[in-house]
C-alpha cells in the first residue's frame, strides 16, 4: 500500500479533497500543488513505481517458492485499498498480508491504511488479516539504503567531509503527546544504517510538513540547510531521505527543486541518494518482511 497521487492536473483537487476527507480545499492550495507537479513534469511516477515494486515482489516471492499474488492498493486514489480487496477475494485467497511502503510506524500515518484495509476486509467476507505495522529495522532494507549511500558519496570528490543527512516526512508536534515510536523508529533505523557505513556523526531533518497552523516536528530540511555554511569544514550534503522508498513528490520537488535551489544559492554541494524503487536488495527485504508477516 502507498498514499496515492493524481494521474492528472483535472485530478489535483478531488485528490486533495480525498486527503482533507471529503472538505474542499482552498483555490490557493489546488493552485500550489499543481504548480509543485509542474515542476516535476506534471505528474508524480508514485503510481508506475509501486506497480513495478508490486511486480518485483511477486517474483521475488515466486523464486523463494512462495505461490502468492502481490496486489497494490492507495489509501487517497486509484486503485483505492477498498477497491483492491474484492479482487482479492474474486481472485480466491482468504488471507491477507498487509504491508505500507513506509518503514517507520506513526498513529497519524500507517493507522489510517490499517483502518482502511480492515474496513475494506470487513466488508469482503471471511478474510484473515496479518498487518505489517512497521519495519524500520530490517537488516535488508538499512543494506539497502546502504548501497544508496555508497553511490552517492562516490559522487563527491572527497567523499569523508560531505555531510551525510537523513530525512523523513514531519508529522504534527502533537503526536509526541502520545508517546508515537515515530521518531524513536527513525532514529533507531539512521543509526543501524550509519554504523554500517562507519560514520559515528550524522544528522536529521523532517521535510515536506503541511501547510497547516499547527507546529509540525523539526527542524525542517531548509532550516537545516540554513545553517550550515562552508566555512564550517562541510565538502558538501548527501541527502539520504530514509522515510520514502520510492521517487514522488516529496522527493523530486521537495529535495530536488526546493532544497536544491535553496543549496544553490547558499553555496551548498547537495546530492541525494537514489530512491530505492525497485532495487534488489530492497525487494528481498520486502520478502523477508512479508515471511516475517506470514509468520506472525
Known amino acids: 500500500m502507498a498514499y496515492g497521487t493524481p494521474n492528472s492536473m483535472d485530478e489535483i483537487e478531488p485528490y486533495l479533497t480525498d486527503i ?5 480545499p482552498t483555490v490557493e492550495a489546488i493552485e500550489d500543488l499543481k504548480s509543485r507537479y509542474l515542476k516535476i513534469g ?20 515466486f523464486s523463494e517458492g512462495v505461490q ?55 466488508e469482503s467476507g471471511r478474510m484473515k488479516l496479518n498487518f505489517v505495522e512497521s519495519w524500520y529495522d530490517n537488516p535488508l532494507f538499512h543494506r539497502a539504503i546502504h548501497e544508496k549511500i555508497q553511490h552517492g558519496l562516490g559522487s563527491f570528490g572527497e567523499p569523508e567531509k560531505v555531510d551525510l543527512l ?33 560514520r559515528k556523526e550524522w544528522s536529521f531533518a523532517y521535510q515536506s510538513a503541511g ?7 523539526g527542524p525542517n530540511l531548509i532550516q537545516y540547510l540554513r545553517q550550515l555554511k562552508p566555512p564550517r569544514g562541510v565538502g558538501g550534503v548527501l541527502v539520504i531521505p530514509i522515510g520514502f522508498v520510492a521517487d514522488h ?23 541525494r541518494t537514489e530512491s530505492l524503487n525497485t532495487s534488489p536488495m530492497f525487494i528481498s527485504a520486502l520478502a523477508g518482511i512479508v515471511h516475517n508477516g506470514w509468520n506472525g
Open 20 to 24: 482533507r476527507r471529503g472538505r474542499k
Open 42 to 61: 506534471g505528474r508524480s511516477p508514485l503510481l508506475e513505481i509501486t506497480k513495478a515494486q508490486a511486480s518485483a515482489l511477486e517474483k521475488q516471492l
Open 68 to 122: 502468492t499474488r502481490v496486489y497494490f492498493g492507495m489509501k487517497h486514489w486509484h486503485p483505492y485499498i477498498r477497491e483492491v480487496v474484492p479482487q482479492i477475494v474474486r481472485d480466491g485467497y482468504n488471507r491477507i498480508i498487509g504491508l505500507v511502503l513506509a518503514p517507520h510506524y506513526s498513529c497519524m500515518s500507517i493507522d489510517g491504511y490499517k483502518q482502511a484495509l480492515e474496513e475494506a476486509v470487513a
Open 166 to 198: 537523513f530525512t523523513a516526512h514531519s508529522l504534527p508536534e502533537r503526536i509526541l503527546t502520545v508517546r508515537d515510536p515515530y521518531p524513536t523508529q527513525l532514529k533507531s533505523s539512521c543509526q543501524s544504517v550509519a554504523t554500517l557505513v562507519g
Open 211 to 217: 501547510r497547516t497552523d499547527e507546529k509540525w516536528l
Open 249 to 271: 513528490l516529496e522527493i523530486l520537488y521537495d529535495i530536488d527543486v526546493e532544497a536544491h535551489e535553496f543549496a544553490l544559492s547558499a553555496g551548498l554541494n547537495l546530492k
